[in-house]
């Protein structure tokens, strides 16, 4: 069976997504920081969903990395995951760089860093898929959490890109933007309980997005009608809104 990918494979919609390809017969490569946490996620898919599955060692923001972590792995995935991202501190960005630094390189830089050696691994052997977590929030820049919107906004585009360089060579891109989501990275945040989704169901609208060949997907399927609302707002009355 093919081996799927899950770079960020620590964050609560990465795990979620491990499963449900598991269970769709991948093995499944967990990579992440301090690897030695996500054997134990390994095991259990393996036991689970009875598949090979394995932890790797990957760190997003050591750039120069990037090409030994994935000439390292034995049996190249048919696909790819990149489920990292860092919400960050947009109060502390606005006046600490290394902080705007650090939201920037990971939601962006790194994902770029690594996404562009495994496409051109797929590109040559025309075949395979990418899927990367981006966010609504990168569809339009709001005070709340635009150092975080723009890196997102940037991954969008770099996939649009991307998904139009490969169509020839038959590897599809996916690009993911979920609305809110109740993970660890959003815990202790106020957000509306009747617009948050869980790490299932963000999984099944991402496993069913690729299944379908979609370009890009929603999540949850709601999002896509809040944003067109929030994009067609002119810009003279949005930029007066607390948003």
Excluded at 1 to 8: A, D, I, Q, S, T
Aim: glycine letters at 8%; hydrophobic letters at 40%; a positive charge.
């Amino acid at each position: 069976m093919p081996w799927f990918l899950v770079l960020g494979a620590k964050s609560d919609i990465a795990r979620a997504s491990a499963r449900r390809f598991a269970g769709q017969g991948f093995n499944i490569y967990l990579a992440g920081r301090g690897h030695k946490e996500l054997e134990e996620d390994a095991a259990d898919l393996a036991i689970r969903y009875k598949i090979n599955a394995k932890s790797l060692e990957f760190d997003a923001l050591d750039f120069k990395s990037h090409p030994g972590f994935y000439e390292s792995i034995t049996e190249k995935p048919l696909g790819v995951l990149c489920a990292v991202g860092h919400l960050g501190d947009q109060k502390k960005a606005e006046g600490d760089f290394e902080e705007a630094q650090k939201i920037m390189e990971t939601n962006y830089t790194g994902c770029v860093s690594i996404l562009n050696i495994i496409a051109a691994d797929l590109e040559k052997r025309k075949e395979g898929f990418i899927i990367a977590i981006s966010s609504v929030a990168g569809d339009r820049g709001r005070q709340s959490n635009y150092m975080y919107g723009s890196a997102k906004a940037g991954l969008s585009a770099y996939l649009s890109g991307l998904r139009n360089r490969l169509s020839p060579s038959n590897v599809s891109v996916l690009t993911v933007k979920p609305g809110f989501v109740a993970t660890r990275m959003t815990r202790g945040l106020d957000l509306p309980k009747a617009l948050l989704a869980s790490p299932e169901q963000v999984a099944e609208d991402i496993f069913r997005a690729w299944k379908k060949g979609k370009n890009i997907v929603y999540t949850r399927w709601y999002w896509k009608f809040i944003m067109a609302v929030i994009n067609n707002i002119p810009e003279r009355i949005f930029k007066r809104m607390k948003l």
